[in-house]
């Protein structure tokens, strides 16, 4: 069953991602028994495919269409972001 996650797409990677790590630092913290680790290796499967599909929103192209189109002054701005991420 998938979470349910309100937002856009790389908001709601972001958001799992962030509880993913938190559920892993938990584990790590306490002791580690057999059953804690059996469920460690999927939310850390979890995880990536969370970072993996957060990494593709970000390259995808028109990521900041919306905000450009509230706030085209930010256009040169966006462009160094974009630069940056590349």
């Known amino acids: 069953m998938q979470p349910v996650l309100v937002g856009s797409q790389p908001q709601q990677c972001t958001t799992l991602t962030w509880l993913l790590v938190g559920d892993i630092r938990e584990m790590l913290q306490d002791h580690l028994d ?3 680790i059996r ?22 192209d028109g990521l900041y269409d919306d ?3 509230t706030f085209p002054h930010l256009i ?3 462009a160094g972001i974009e630069a940056e991420q590349n």
Request: net charge negative.
């Open 39 to 60: 469920w460690l290796k999927p939310v850390l499967d979890a995880l990536i495919t969370a970072m993996c599909k957060q990494s593709e929103s970000l390259s995808s």
């Open 67 to 69: 905000l450009l189109g």
């Open 76 to 78: 040169a701005r966006v």
């Open 34 to 36: 057999d059953e804690a």
